[in-house]
């Protein structure tokens, strides 16, 4: 998927957000400035949550109780500082795991056996045809990223189905 704004990213993370539930595990992938944290900050904002969503990177973890009673908190997590699966370990992230969705950005080959069933998107801003045909649409080279998710386990076919049919009806 092909995102041209900032705007663009906040909005499909507002829509995966809003699909998230306790126990579910997204994990980010992408170089710096791919657009991570933006996503992150959509999916806060789809899941309802308290505080701005800003990048955890010196902190490693912020927890986001949700807005409204029964709703799912958010644990954001930074793992690209963490070197070991001790490291990991000391944030007791499998201990949160069920009562609250986790994002993970830097997350994989790191955090996959926290859970059984995962969804991994991966974020690139150097996705030369992208930036080519942007340059050619005006844009600003920036602004544009590629989007490609895929998923580990099970729970999540229905979930992305629905997230494409928001995304099409949307018009992201």
Do not use: N
């Amino acid at each position: 998927m092909r995102l041209e704004s900032s705007s663009q990213t906040v909005e499909v993370g507002r829509l995966l957000g809003s699909l998230l539930a306790a126990g579910d595990l997204v994990i980010l992938d992408g170089p710096l400035g791919a657009g991570k944290t933006t996503l992150t900050r959509g999916i806060g904002e789809g899941m309802g949550v308290r505080g701005p969503v800003t990048s955890p990177t010196f902190v490693i973890a912020r927890v986001h109780p949700a807005d409204s009673l029964g709703g799912t908190t958010l644990v954001h997590v930074d793992a690209y500082r963490v070197e070991s699966v001790d490291d990991l370990e000391s944030l007791d992230l499998d201990g949160s795991i069920e009562d609250s969705a986790t994002v993970v950005e830097w997350g994989v080959g790191r955090v996959e056996a926290l859970a059984s069933s995962y969804l991994t998107v991966e974020l690139r801003r150097d996705d030369v045809a992208t930036a080519r045909d942007a340059v050619e649409e005006g844009l600003g080279v920036q602004d544009v990223r590629t989007l490609r998710w895929s998923v580990a386990g099970p729970g999540w076919d229905d979930r992305l189905a629905a997230l494409t049919t928001l995304l099409g009806s949307q018009r992201v």
